[in-house]
């Protein structure tokens, strides 16, 4: 039976985690049968450990996003401790983001180092976050030798030769809801680039919801509109695409395939 994954969402966030069992419920019924929840803090960490504990379909990472400032500065050794927890599948949110910070911090480089560096250690992949910076991660991910443990380049809308680059170094790519919005055909030209074995879909929710959603709240459940719409868009029965990206996400997480007879909420 048909299913996909949700590589990418934050359910301990306002407007997904008090409505949980609702959110849940909502993905079984579009057949997303596994998400994986990105932390973005270390003081956040606990939460979404929480979640995935107490539903057998969800995971989790562990991070600290780029912009993120005034938190928890994690080292190599807290991210490993975190990341032994069994529903942890990989680290991050990581990577550059020099949009808001224009002055391209230092710290946030180092930040990013750290992370892979324990991602190296745990010997997990990487969930990588990178906007308006995209040479700087690309160079620190080589220098640091991210290419032993691969990842994701999430939410992606840099360039094609960015995308060949983290195709290179054994990165996955995943498209969010952006894919869906009338002005982002760059994106679909780097689908269209992308193998087909190393595409991803996810939501980023509560950011980022698809077309027809698009400017409301978003939640796991949407990723079904990515995936309708970058199967027509690259002309794949919706069914082959599904069970590619499912099986991807599988992959590179070590996800135990979940069929959707046996999700519950």
Not at 103 to 125: C, G, K, M, S, Y
Request: hydrophobic letters at 45%; proline letters at 6%; charged letters at 25%.
């Amino acid at each position: 039976m048909m299913q996909l994954i949700d590589t990418h969402c934050h359910l301990e966030f306002p407007g997904l985690k008090e409505r949980l069992d609702e959110v849940l419920a909502n993905m079984a019924a579009n057949r997303v049968t596994a998400a994986v929840s990105i932390g973005t803090t270390l003081e956040r960490a606990p939460e979404v450990l929480e979640i995935a504990e107490a539903h057998p379909h969800i995971w989790a990472t562990v991070g600290v996003h780029p912009d993120n400032e005034g938190v928890e500065e994690p080292t190599v050794d807290r991210l490993v401790t975190l990341a032994n927890h069994p529903k942890v599948v990989a680290i991050g949110e990581t990577g550059l983001d020099y949009y808001r910070l224009s002055d391209a911090p230092e710290w946030q480089r180092n930040r990013f180092r750290v992370h892979i560096q324990a991602a190296r250690t745990a010997n997990l992949p990487l969930v990588i976050h990178t906007r308006a910076a995209a040479q700087d991660t690309i160079a620190i991910l080589r220098e640091e030798g991210a290419e032993a443990v691969g990842g994701v380049m999430h939410c992606f809308t840099e360039s094609r030769e960015t995308a060949k680059a983290a195709l290179d170094l054994g990165f996955f790519i995943s498209f969010s809801g952006i894919a869906t919005f009338k002005n982002a055909t760059s994106v679909r030209e780097v689908a269209r680039y992308v193998p087909l074995d190393r595409i991803l879909v996810e939501t980023d929710a509560p950011y980022l919801a698809p077309v027809p959603h698009r400017g409301k709240r978003c939640e796991p459940a949407f990723v079904r509109h990515t995936a309708e719409f970058l199967a027509e868009w690259l002309g794949i029965d919706f069914a082959t695409f599904a069970e590619r990206t499912t099986e991807n996400a599988c992959r590179l997480f070590s996800l135990p395939v979940t069929h959707p007879k046996e999700v519950s909420v």
